[in-house]
C-alpha cells in the first residue's frame, strides 16, 4: 500500500512539474534554488545550486559546481568535476574526491574524507590522496594511503602521521602508542603477533606465558643498554632464590666485574690473625684432602660454589702462602749469615776444592767482640773420616773426585745422576782420585752421591756448556 502511495505522490509531482512549464525539460528541478536543462542539472531542496554539467544539489543550501559533481545535506559543497559531497558542511573541493559527514572537507584530488571536525572552522580535512578518517578533531584518527601502482597495495596510518611502514602508529602528545590484544576466551585461546613466517611469532598462550620464538634462526636485541626486569633462565626455568640469571650450558665473555663483595681476606695479613704451621697443615691435608677454608671436591660437584667467595678464599690462601714464603726468607736468610763457603783453585785459575763452613747459633748470641774465625769448621770432614774435593766445578767437559784421609777408599759407591733422579753411572771406586767425564751431556745441574762405611753424601755438578 506504502509503494502504490509512493509513486502515485511522484506521479503527481512530476505531472505537476510539467504542467506548470509547459514545455519538456531536463533533470529535477523542485523547490527553488539553480539548475539548467542544457546542462542536465538537478536541484532538490531549498536554495541548492546545481551549476555544474550533470551535476545534483539536495538539500538546504548545497551546492554542485563541478562537472558530474554531487552535493547533497546542509551546505554541502561539490566544487570540481567528480567531487561527492554528502552530510553537512561536506565539502569537496578538487577532483575525484569524496568528503562524508559534517564539518569535513576533502581539499586534495582523489582524496576521501569520512567522519567530524569540530567546527565549520576547524574541519576535518583531507590535505593528501587516500582515505582520512576521523571524529570530532582537525586530525585523522586512521588514514589509509593510496597505493604507488595498480598492482600494490597502500598503508595504513593511526594517528596524524604518514605512514612510514605498512601500519604505522603515533599517539597523541598526552596518550601512550600501544596495542592491546585480547582474546575472548583467555582460557583457550591465544594472543600473537607473526612475523614473516610460522617460525617467528611473539605469543602469549592461554596459560599466560609470553614465547618470542625465531626457529633455526637467531635472535638479536640491539641496544645501548638492555634492562630485564625479572629472573633470566637460558636453557633452563629460573626459579633458584637470589640469583636473576641461571644458564644450563656455557658462558663466554671478555670481562666479569663483581660488585658488593662482602670477604675479600686481607685479614690474613692482620697482626693478630693466627697462620697454621707447616706440621698442622700437613695433618689437615692428609686427613681431608682438600684445604681448610676451601670446599672439597664431592662439595662442589653437588652444590657448585659461589664464585665471588671461591675467589676469596682462593686469595686467603695465596696470602697465606705468602706468609710462608717470607717465614721461610727469614729462615734462608738467617742460616746465610751462619754460613760461609770457601773455594780454592789452582795456579791455572781453575776451583779445585769448596768448603762449607757454619756459626753454630748459640756461639752468635755471644758478645760481638769475640773472635768469630773460632767457630768454623769444615763440614765435608765428617764423610768416613775423609775430605772430599770436587773440580773443576763448574765444568764444561768433566770433573775430578778427590777423596784425601787415612781410611782406604775402596769400596766407595759413586752415583752420578740427574736431578730428577735418573742414573748415568754408578761405579766403585778403587783409588782416591777418579775422573768423570760430562762431554756430551747436556748443560745443567748433576747429583754425585757417594757411599762408605753406612754414610751417604751427596754434592751438585754444575756442566755449563
Known sequence: MTKKISILLFMFLSFSIQVRSQTPRYGIHYSGGYSNDTIVSSNIGTSCNATGLNSFAGGWQSLAQGAGSFAFGNMAQATQAGSFALGGAALANASTTMSLGFYVTASQNSSIVIGSGSSSSSPLTATVAGITMGMGSTHPTLFLSRASTANKTGRIAIGDVSPQAKLHIRSDADEDAGIILVPADTANSDAFIKLWDENHYIEVNSKGTMDIRSHQSPIRLVGSTLTLDGKVGVNTTNDIDGYALAVDGGVITTKVYIQDVEDWRDEVFGDDYQLMSLGELESYVSSNKHLPGIPSESEVKAE????????????????????????????????????????????????????????????????????????????????????????????????????????????CIAILSTLDGKVMENRTLVGFTEEFDLSGKPAGVYLLRLTMANQTKVWKIVKCN
Open 304 to 411: 657448585g660454589y659461589d664464585v665471588a667467595a671461591m675467589h676469596a678464599a682462593l686469595l686467603g690462601k695465596i696470602e697465606e702462602l705468602m706468609l710462608y714464603v717470607i717465614r721461610q726468607q727469614k729462615e734462608i736468610d738467617s742460616l746465610r749469615e751462619m754460613v760461609t763457603v770457601h773455594f780454592g783453585y789452582d795456579a791455572c785459575g781453575n776451583r779445585i776444592s769448596r768448603m762449607i763452613m757454619f756459626q753454630e747459633p748459640n756461639r752468635m748470641e755471644s758478645s760481638a767482640n769475640e773472635d768469630k774465625n773460632a767457630w768454623l769448621e769444615v763440614l765435608e770432614s765428617g764423610f768416613a773420616g775423609m775430605s772430599v774435593a770436587l773440580f773443576p766445578n763448574p765444568t764444561d767437559r768433566g770433573f775430578v773426585l778427590s777423596l784425601t784421609g787415612e781410611e782406604d777408599p775402596q769400596g
